[in-house]
């Protein structure tokens, strides 16, 4: 009787332990999918957000001018005719980094996406004055709207546990 128990408490747990596993698998393997239909409030960006800060789990396909780059920050290249390199980056503490023409402008965001400033590479000066925000984020969608047309749809739809996990990180 005991051993029926700890038996059923076992496969109990081992049942939960993979049905726990599969929904972290969902939600960040389909997070592009989900970003796209959750609410946000203005100013946020879940899709750019979610895709490079989950590029080693979503699906990285092989299409012509885009590299990517895992060595301890996740980067997105965007490699035009002309050979400029245009990239996203997240680092793991929290920073979103957008480059252009191999560099020669950077803009950092914070970990809710709220501008913080720019680096000109040809001058060596950081600026933390306005810019034109519509436009860089016009162009980060330029350099990885590829990768999130590339996103499949979730086998199993779990955009309403993922609305509940992320509700007070994009409002």
């Not at 950081?126 to 984020?137: D, R």
């Not at 047309?149 to 509700?167: G, H, M, R, S, T």
Request: overall charge positive; proline content about 5%; cysteine-free.
């Amino acid at each position: 009787m005991l051993k029926k128990v700890i038996f059923g408490v076992f496969i109990g747990f081992i049942v939960v332990v993979l049905a726990l596993g599969f929904v972290f698998f969902n939600l960040k393997s389909n997070s592009v999918y989900y970003a796209q239909r959750t609410p946000h409030k203005a100013g946020m960006e879940p899709v750019v957000m979610e895709l490079v800060r989950n590029l080693r789990w979503v699906s990285n396909p092989d299409i012509k001018g885009i590299k990517y780059d895992f060595d301890g920050n996740n980067i997105i290249h965007n490699i035009d005719s002309a050979g400029r390199d245009n990239a996203f980056t997240y680092y793991p503490r929290g920073v979103y980094k957008y480059y252009y023409d191999s560099g020669a402008l950077a803009y950092y965001f914070d970990k809710h996406f709220k501008f913080i400033g720019t680096f000109n590479g040809k001058t060596l000066k950081y600026s933390t004055k306005p810019v034109n925000l519509s436009a860089v984020k016009r162009d980060i969608y330029r350099v990885v709207q590829p990768v999130i047309d590339a996103q499949p749809e979730p086998l199993i739809n779990l955009q309403w546990i993922y609305d509940w996990v992320n509700k007070d990180r994009f409002n």
